[in-house]
T-cell receptor
Framework: EAGVVQSPRYKIIEKKQPVAFWCNPISGHNTLYWYRQNLGQGPELLIRYENEEAVDDSQLPKDRFSAERLKGVDSTLKIQPAELGDSAVYLC?????????????FGPGTRLTVT | AQTVTQSQPEMSVQEAETVTLSCTYDTSENNYYLFWYKQPPSRQMILVIRQEAYKQQNATENRFSVNFQKAAKSFSLKISDSQLGDTAMYFCAFMKSNTGNQFYFGTGTSLTVIP
């Protein structure tokens, strides 16, 4: 079974430029998460989708970040314009919301460097 | 709000020895799940072990076991017979049972296994 796929793995951009990250969750997983992980820290949730609906985006900086999950499968996270402080690893995870056991499966992440 | 605390930023252990990583959490919930995730230098997080709060028996997975103390809100991970491949960041995570799978992560413990 294929795991969570993310692309690109690495991205270097100049500040004020736009950037987009793509995630393909595990087949059949209805819940998808985007996390931001700063160096030496644990992942922090940006947004969570149940199918195609964003059910928790309270931590998403909506002035510059946007996300979508069309048809409840793949998802894209966008930053426009990027700032120096956005440098981090962006992780995508998926899970199946059924009767448990609820663990999340993570992708390899996209390491973003903003110069 | 739920908080997860990992008080050991870095730890080291000799190969074949046993090490225990600590985790405490704060919640008013009675039903929840706890997880330990491992993040090797390649950065893909993988699940190590999970514990359901309603189960009194401590979870075990081969060389990995937990000491779950519900009253003390403590959830430590014991790694026996440490191997070089155990070198990684370890994250403790908490999930309420009725929140649609939202995780709260600790800040992580960097474990180095010394040959």
């Amino acid at each position: 079974e294929a795991g969570v796929v993310q692309s690109p793995r690495y991205k270097i951009i100049e500040k004020k430029q736009p950037v987009a990250f793509w995630c393909n969750p595990i087949s059949g997983h209805n819940t998808l998460y985007w996390y931001r992980q700063n160096l030496g820290q644990g992942p922090e949730l940006l947004i969570r989708y149940e199918n195609e609906e964003a059910v928790d985006d309270s931590q998403l900086p909506k002035d510059r970040f946007s996300a979508e999950r069309l048809k409840g499968v793949d998802s894209t996270l966008k930053i426009q314009p990027a700032e120096l402080g956005d440098s981090a690893v962006y992780l995508c995870a998926s899970s199946f919301r059924g009767t448990g056991p609820y663990e999340q499966y993570f992708g390899p992440g996209t390491r973003l460097t903003v110069t | 709000a739920q908080t997860v605390t990992q008080s050991q930023p870095e730890m080291s252990v000799q190969e074949a020895e046993t090490v225990t990583l600590s985790c405490t959490y704060d919640t008013s919930e009675n039903n929840y799940y706890l997880f330990w995730y491992k993040q090797p230098p390649s950065r893909q997080m993988i699940l190590v072990i999970r514990q359901e709060a309603y189960k009194q028996q401590n979870a075990t997975e081969n060389r990995f076991s937990v000491n779950f103390q519900k009253a003390a809100k403590s959830f430590s991970l014991k790694i026996s017979d440490s191997q070089l491949g155990d070198t990684a960041m370890y994250f403790c995570a908490f999930m309420k049972s009725n929140t649609g799978n939202q995780f709260y992560f600790g800040t992580g413990t960097s474990l180095t296994v010394i040959p």
